[in-house]
């Protein structure tokens, strides 16, 4: 059953203070392919300033909303004294949702919703018009819309969505609008929420007209602004003048200087007030640092996305080893030893896949896959066929006999993963277990072993390809070895290369030239 709230709002275009209403509403973009994302502000109508932002790749929910929105109460809003904020919203699925309802129920007290009427968009100008200002807005000549049009096309693998998504926020807050004059809306926010600490409560909270009309109640309100805006010029001056005092004042004689004496009692007397206002103050210093924050993280997009990046420098990492054949016994034997959790299962699975890994050379990620069937049809046939992740295109690796006769020996091991435990993958029961966290696990065995066994190389989980490759090169020419591998460039091959040839080997290829003459 869908739950509607009467407008409150009404057409409350100006408020005399921040927090007195709300506005939300949700949006869609349309991005190629098919693809869309959504999503949802919430602004102060004092300011425009907006409080919330949430973008998602996958329509937004209640639960989102409600999170959200909670957390701003929190923040905005003083538990004493008590006050309360219009939200107004539309007549959607998400605001006329049980949950929203029990969101209400449970701010009583500090919410009260609104809704605008049925089909009836003029009952919430204000989120109507900031959404098409947001649509419109443009940072370096494109809109939000079209700065993910151009991402995508200059990387179809693109990600960042919400790191463009926030840039396209906070860009929106530092601007100065309609309604915060010379000041974005974060500052205008910001002054007239310091301001409003030191004044009386307005007579009347609102301003409108449904109209629009003039308006009795304007007057008091402009009146309101006028003081606000004189109390933060007043604040300005005093702390402009604080600071000409201690720039000029010395320090070194403190007995002697009146100035710093005067200070010294300013001090205490703030103190007292902080130590008895504890919430307004917090709720203050969190409100004037936050902007601060904001404004850098700002700056820091703008510059990013102005200067040239510079280039990282080229770190080299420690070669890793390969691991020969004397190693892989070593670390077959060990494998999964120190296991504390079904430690069975855990020997079973790395020595199943330290033999794939030693006698075919696949990248770990490729593994991930791997049923029990793939593993029975490669022994049967001679060759595994795996679609590298990285052209993302399938390739034929041909095992050796004496890898297959290797993997026969590991009937144990499969019993164990797939039917004892019932696995579906051999590192995942119902799905492929994560890259990175196969990676860890294989990383940690394999340091362990050379830990306990006083292994002084440095062996990774690629290590085994690299084995595979440097024999590959030992044995036959870079392209067959490319072939083999499935390397595209021979010069991937190449970087794979481990050793260097001895006396009798060139001896050897030496005599062999001669031959040919």
């Known amino acids: 059953m869908k739950i509607y709230y009467e407008n409150v709002l009404a057409n409350h275009n100006y408020i005399a203070k ?8 949700i949006t869609e973009f349309d991005l190629n392919r098919g693809k869309k994302v959504y999503v949802f502000l919430c602004l102060d109508v004092f300011s425009n300033r907006i409080l919330i932002s949430l973008f998602r790749t996958k329509p937004i929910t209640t639960s989102d909303i409600v999170k959200k929105l909670t957390e701003v109460i929190e923040q905005r809003i003083p538990i004493k004294p008590r006050r309360e904020v219009i939200i107004h919203t539309d007549r959607g699925t998400e605001f006329s949702s049980k949950k929203y309802n029990q969101f209400v129920q449970e ?18 100008p204000v989120a109507e018009r900031f959404m098409r200002t947001f649509k419109e807005h443009k940072i370096n000549g494109k809109t939000f819309q079209q700065e993910l049009f151009y991402q995508i096309e200059i990387n179809s693998k693109f990600k960042g969505y919400r790191r463009v ?9 530092f601007k100065p609008n309609r309604k915060s004059g010379n000041k974005s809306p974060n500052k205008y926010d910001t002054d007239a929420s310091t301001a409003a600490m030191l004044m009386v409560e307005p007579t009347y909270s609102k301003a409108f007209s449904e109209f629009y009309g003039e308006d009795f109640r304007r007057e008091p309100v402009d009146e309101f602004k006028i003081q606000s805006n004189s109390v933060v010029s007043i604040l300005d001056e005093i702390a402009a003048k604080r600071s000409e005092v201690v720039d000029k004042t010395p320090f070194d ?3 002697d200087n009146l100035a710093l ?3 010294d009692e300013r001090l205490k007397s703030i103190y007292g007030l902080i130590q008895s206002n504890p919430d307004i103050t917090r709720q203050y210093v969190e409100e004037a640092i936050l902007p601060i924050q904001d404004m850098l993280e700002s700056m820091d997009d703008k510059l990013n996305i102005l200067l040239p990046k ?9 070669l890793r080893d390969p691991v020969y054949t004397e190693l892989f016994e070593v670390f077959l034997t060990a494998a999964g030893s120190g296991a504390k959790y079904k430690q069975d299962l855990k020997c079973a699975q790395l020595k199943i896949a330290y033999s794939i890994l030693f006698y075919v050379g696949l990248r770990v990620n490729e593994i991930r896959f791997f049923q029990e069937k793939d593993i029975q049809d490669a022994i049967k046939t001679s060759q595994f066929s795996v679609v590298h992740f990285k052209q993302g295109e399938p390739h034929i690796h041909v095992i050796s006999d004496l890898a297959v006769k290797e993997l026969k020996k590991l009937k144990h091991q499969y019993d164990i993963v797939f039917v004892k435990y019932k ?6 029961k119902n799905k492929p277990i994560d890259e990175k966290h196969l990676i860890k696990t294989i990383n940690q065995d394999l340091r362990r072993t050379c830990d306990i066994n006083r292994i002084p190389y440095n062996i990774k989980s690629h290590s085994f390809r690299i084995n595979m490759i440097s024999q590959l090169l030992k044995n036959t020419s870079v392209q067959n070895a490319a072939d083999i591998i499935g390397h595209k460039d021979i010069r991937a091959t ?13 001896q050897k290829l030496l005599n062999k030239i001669d031959q040919d003459y």
């Open 253 to 255: 004689f403190y007995e």
């Open 18 to 25: 921040p927090n007195i209403a709300w506005v939300a509403d």
């Open 165 to 173: 998504f926030n840039l396209f926020t906070k860009n929106v807050n």
């Open 107 to 124: 701010q009583e007290g500090f919410v009260v919703a609104s809704m605008s009427r049925a089909n009836t968009p003029k009952d919430n």
């Open 261 to 263: 004496k005067v200070i």
């Open 494 to 506: 190449m970087a794979y290369k481990r050793y260097a040839l001895n006396k009798k080997e060139i």
């Open 423 to 428: 696995y579906n993958y051999l590192f995942g």
């Open 310 to 318: 510079k280039r990282k420098e080229h770190q080299t990492l420690p």
